[in-house]
């Protein structure tokens, strides 16, 4: 199985700033990299694709890039409905494993 | 519009066998490229995927779970079923399941999700 390995398991920023999450996985997953944000009590809701492809109905300020087997999530100025939990999953190769996950709390 | 919801006992008992029903719409599990995956999470844990059928009846599974899973679907229905033996505590968690397109390798519509605990 593919393992991924994101970090920070949690992170405190605050309204306004940059904010970066990454995901590695333990071999090549081309670009087969997504990238989720989960609020408590709900389901999971897709944010970027395929590394960088933002999800239809998505703010821009969210997005993704790649650098071999890392990927990053960056939210460009954080609003107060962005604290959450975001997961990175790949979708490579079954089974489509997810990362651990990052908790984004307000400082 | 895309939906899905899943169905199935909120409670079962060590050693039964826990079957969950995903019933779909706004699209067709016969179509090229459209998939459906079910996903669980322990409660205050990360989320585990744990099998995916595909339109053509292709049908993966989580390897440290494929001994106890099986994925079927019911198309004329829209449905989307998951079995899984031997249900133990530690099975207790939320499951969801969601559509997957080979469009986007993404999941881009789930459920609300169902609570199974398992005592």
């Known amino acids: 199985d593919i393992q991924m390995t994101q970090s920070p398991s949690s992170l405190s920023a605050s309204v306004g700033d940059r904010v970066t999450i990454t995901c590695r996985a333990s071999?090549?997953?081309?670009?087969?990299l997504n990238w989720f944000q989960q609020k408590p009590g709900k389901a999971p809701e897709l944010l970027i694709y395929?590394?960088?492809s933002l999800q239809s109905g998505v703010p821009s300020r969210f997005s993704g890039s790649k650098s071999g087997t890392d990927f990053t999530l960056t939210i460009s100025s954080l609003q107060l409905e962005d604290f959450a939990t975001y997961y990175c999953q790949q979708s490579y190769s079954t089974p489509h494993t997810f990362g651990q996950g990052t908790k984004l709390e307000i400082k | 519009q895309v939906t899905l919801r899943e169905s199935g006992p909120a409670l079962v008992k060590p050693t039964q066998t826990l079957t969950l029903t995903c019933t779909f719409s706004?699209?067709?599990?016969?179509?090229?490229?459209?998939?459906v995956s079910w996903i669980r999470q322990p409660p205050g844990k990360a989320l585990e995927w744990l099998a995916r059928i595909d339109w053509d009846d292709d049908k993966y599974y989580s390897t440290s779970l494929k001994t106890r899973l099986t994925i079927s679907k019911d198309t004329s229905k829209n449905q989307v079923v998951l079995t899984m033996t031997n249900m133990d505590p530690v099975d207790t968690a939320t499951y969801y399941c969601?559509?997957?397109?080979?469009?986007?390798?993404?999941?881009?519509?789930w459920g609300q999700g169902t609570p199974v605990t398992v005592s």
């Open positions: 706004g699209f067709s599990l016969s179509t090229s490229g459209m998939c």
């Open positions: 969601a559509r997957l397109t080979t469009a986007l390798m993404g999941l881009d519509y």
């Open positions: 395929t590394a960088s």
């Open positions: 071999q090549s997953i081309n670009s087969y």
